[in-house]
């Protein structure tokens, strides 16, 4: 992976080692938008380790996933090995043409629609997507936080349909955003298909976990790329759990919530002006961004810097009071 | 997934129950050809689970895979979640056109190649790959264990280079065969990508575990179809630990071959003709099979019948003194 990608994606604390190699250890991690407060992960069988991943297993899985999600039902889930690894399979199932894909967004979106062999066209709204045969967009977005109405998005889905089109919906932040704007329970229509990550929210993103929903044509073509035996036995056993666990999941929407206003509050009393975000993200724009990114990272803080935009930085959550209290300092130290 | 493809696969003892619901208990699977003496796996750290893999732990992964299986150098090596995952992904590497795979053979090369959009052809010698642009097999071959020389393949990768062809040869079972069979280290050529299991050798097939080994050419865009986060966490830890344990792989490989010719030995003592295999399972011939897959199903032992071959059955190796006993006891009372 070269320097371009590192510095690209967020979460790899080699990269921010080299880059800062002075700064006071331990490196505090804000540069990806991944839940710092894991689901406790339950001790896995060795059995889980050893033997192929049973059918049944992966079918409660995608049950479990299909009520959490709000999936009209279990055949309509597709367990994946993370949700990034099914965007070029997903995306080779619209017909080959344009494909738009919402900006400023995922990095990843655009790459998996040119690997699919289509013409990435980057547009700034719904409206703007044309006779594109494919449109991939977040929802909620990454990294301003900007949400698309289901209304609207099932009228852009509605207009793809008439051409044979597909509109797929990264909803990798969904579970922070209040109920009612997910599109998993949209997509029996048949060219709609939403993606769910695992990872994020339940803070096990080394697990390689993640849906597609999708009705069981598409979905059966995306369950047939990946074979009989796509999903790890731990990723099935823990999956299964942790999305069966309401009262965890509530408990961790609240807690989110808290974090994310706390660093609202810490952020805006250094007059760091908040774009928008998630839960379990937030993006300032200011002017100083490289300085600050420059700043936190000298001072041990890894924060996500975009080569689009030069002026903003993405701030993830600080998972403990020591991590708050470094924050703190530093930001004050700034200015 | 539909019974067909829990017949056609083998390792789900959910359709052996359902097939011999009367059985006792505990069902004991040979169906697969999965080491049952699986590397012990170490604790995982919360961690693995929580962060995105880190790139540098996928290079000490990549670097333990080149040493252990003696592939060019770490550049060449892709680690993937399970090489069955990343069948159509090679298969499409090859121009479309007309796709020769070995027969019998691995079911899921046939369908990888389709879903790739080649014209599939099934041959049984390699003097028959003709002009085809994609060649797939299996050495040794599953389930006949039929072993292809080097350098009969290498001509056959000079050939294929000639019209821009893919040489894809699938060594799932290569590490219980005698050094010197494995194209690894022939890679660097550019058309020959070797696939090697991690699973099925090390007895950890839950754990979605393998390697595609090619030139940077063809190992970049492998890379790229998977983006960069292809394995879990725990996958890279254990993998990295148990491919640099020589002594463990040493002593595994007497292990495996003892088993082996102990299960030749019971299997001539009753009279069924042995046709080949590998130290990881044994395939059998007679016009008996089916009706012994039932007996020993019915006696809770559960073995592999292949739809293309009603007279072949596949006995994996039985994992402790109990299994031997009651495969040994249900193989005398069939006769």
Same mark, same amino acid.
């Given at each position: 992976?070269?320097?371009?990608?590192?510095?690209?994606?967020?979460?790899?604390?080699?990269?921010?080692?080299?880059?800062?190699?002075?700064?006071?250890?331990?490196?505090?991690?804000?540069?990806?938008?991944?839940?710092?407060?894991?689901?406790?992960?339950?001790?896995?069988?060795?059995?889980?380790?050893?033997?192929?991943?049973?059918?049944?297993?992966?079918?409660?899985?995608?049950?479990?996933?299909?009520?959490?999600?709000?999936?009209?039902?279990?055949?309509?889930?597709?367990?994946?090995?993370?949700?990034?690894?099914?965007?070029?399979?997903?995306?080779?199932? +619209?017909?080959? /043409?344009?494909? &738009? $894909?919402?900006? %400023?967004?995922? @990095?990843?979106?655009?790459? =998996?629609?040119?690997?699919?062999?289509?013409?990435?066209?980057?547009?700034?709204?719904?409206?703007?997507?044309?006779?594109?045969?494919?449109?991939?967009?977040?929802?909620?977005?990454?990294?301003?936080?900007?949400?698309?109405?289901?209304?609207?998005?099932?009228?852009?889905?509605?207009?793809?349909?008439?051409?044979?089109?597909?509109?797929?919906?990264?909803?990798?932040?969904?579970?922070?955003?209040?109920?009612?704007?997910?599109?998993?329970?949209?997509?029996?229509?048949?060219?709609?298909?939403?993606?769910?990550?695992?990872?994020?929210?339940?803070?096990?993103?080394?697990?390689?976990?993640?849906?597609?929903?999708?009705?069981?044509?598409?979905?059966?073509?995306?369950? +047939?790329?990946? /074979?009989?035996? &796509? $999903?790890?036995? %731990?990723?099935? @056993?823990?999956?299964?759990? =942790?999305?069966?666990?309401?009262?965890?999941?509530?408990?961790?929407?609240?807690?989110?919530?808290?974090?994310?206003?706390?660093?609202?509050?810490?952020?805006?009393?250094?007059?760091?002006?908040?774009?928008?975000?998630?839960?379990?993200?937030?993006?300032?724009?200011?002017?100083?961004?490289?300085?600050?990114?420059?700043?936190?990272?000298?001072?041990?803080?890894?924060?996500?810097?975009?080569?689009?935009?030069?002026?903003?930085?993405?701030?993830?959550?600080?998972?403990?009071?020591?991590?708050?209290?470094?924050?703190?300092?530093?930001?004050?130290?700034?200015?």
């Amino acid at each position: 992976m070269g320097e371009d990608q590192e510095l690209f994606h967020g979460g790899d604390l080699g990269a921010a080692r080299r880059l800062f190699p002075g700064a006071p250890e331990p490196f505090i991690d804000l540069s990806t938008g991944i839940n710092p407060y894991p689901y406790p992960v339950p001790r896995v069988a060795a059995e889980l380790f050893a033997r192929l991943p049973a059918p049944a297993d992966v079918q409660a899985l995608a049950r479990a996933a299909a009520r959490a999600y709000g999936a009209p039902s279990e055949a309509q889930v597709v367990p994946v090995p993370g949700t990034q690894i099914v965007l070029p399979i997903v995306a080779r199932l +619209a017909p080959p /043409g344009r494909a &738009a $894909v919402l900006s %400023p967004g995922y @990095a990843e979106h655009g790459r =998996a629609a040119a690997l699919a062999g289509h013409k990435v066209e980057a547009v700034s709204r719904l409206d703007d997507c044309g006779d594109a045969a494919l449109v991939i967009l977040a929802n909620p977005n990454n990294p301003d936080g900007r949400l698309f109405a289901r209304s609207d998005l099932l009228a852009l889905a509605a207009d793809l349909r008439r051409r044979g089109g597909v509109l797929v919906i990264d909803e990798a932040f969904m579970d922070v955003t209040r109920p009612g704007w997910s599109l998993a329970p949209d997509t029996a229509g048949g060219n709609v298909i939403v993606l769910r990550s695992f990872g994020k929210f339940f803070g096990l993103a080394g697990l390689r976990l993640g849906f597609a929903i999708a009705a069981p044509p598409l979905g059966r073509k995306i369950a +047939a790329a990946f /074979g009989p035996w &796509a $999903v790890s036995g %731990p990723a099935i @056993a823990v999956g299964t759990q =942790a999305l069966s666990d309401t009262l965890w999941i509530e408990r961790t929407c609240v807690r989110l919530d808290k974090s994310a206003q706390r660093l609202d509050a810490m952020l805006a009393d250094l007059a760091l002006p908040l774009v928008g975000g998630t839960s379990l993200f937030r993006l300032v724009q200011t002017p100083a961004a490289n300085a600050l990114f420059q700043h936190l990272g000298e001072a041990g803080i890894w924060v996500r810097a975009f080569p689009e935009n030069a002026n903003w930085l993405r701030f993830g959550l600080p998972g403990n009071e020591a991590a708050w209290k470094r924050l703190k300092t530093a930001l004050v130290a700034f200015w």
